[in-house]
C-alpha cells in the first residue's frame, strides 16, 4: 500500500522560509518521479514542481521557479520542497505526488498517488 505523508507546513511570513517533507512508502522509490503540486482556497490544483527518479530533471513552475528547489533522498524514500522567499500567494494545501515512471510531467493527471497535504500560509 503506498503511502505519501507531507510534512512542514505552517505559518510563515512573507520574505520566510519553509522546507516541505513528504515521506513515501510501499513502492519502489528510486523508480519514481515525484511531484508537487498546491490548491489555494477557490482555486483549481496547480503544478509547483517535480522530479525525476535520479533528482537529475527538475521542473517549475514560473510563479515558483528561483525561489523553490526539489531534491530527494532515496535512501530516506524521501522528497522535499524548499521554499524561500515566501509570498501571500504561496498561500495553499501542498500535495505531494507519485508517478510510476521515471520522468516527471506538469500534468496532475499523470500521478497515481497523492498524499493527504500540509498547509502552508503566508502571511504578509
Known amino acids: 500500500q503506498v503511502q505519501l505523508v507531507e510534512s512542514g507546513g505552517r505559518l510563515v511570513q512573507a520574505g520566510g522560509s519553509l522546507r516541505l517533507s513528504c515521506a513515501a512508502s510501499g513502492l519502489s522509490f528510486s523508480s519514481f518521479a515525484m511531484g508537487w503540486f498546491r490548491q489555494a482556497p477557490g482555486k483549481e490544483r496547480e503544478f509547483v514542481s517535480a522530479i525525476s527518479w535520479s533528482g537529475d530533471t527538475t521542473y517549475y513552475a514560473d510563479s515558483v521557479k528561483g525561489r523553490f528547489t526539489i531534491s530527494r533522498d532515496n535512501a530516506k524514500t524521501t522528497v522535499y520542497l524548499q521554499m524561500n522567499s515566501l509570498k501571500p500567494e504561496d498561500t495553499a494545501v501542498y500535495y505531494c505526488?507519485?508517478?510510476?515512471?521515471?520522468?516527471?510531467?506538469?500534468?496532475?493527471?499523470?500521478?497515481?498517488?497523492w498524499g493527504q497535504g500540509t498547509q502552508v500560509t503566508v502571511s504578509s
Open positions: 505526488a507519485a508517478r510510476t515512471v521515471l520522468f516527471p510531467t506538469r500534468e496532475s493527471s499523470g500521478y497515481g498517488y
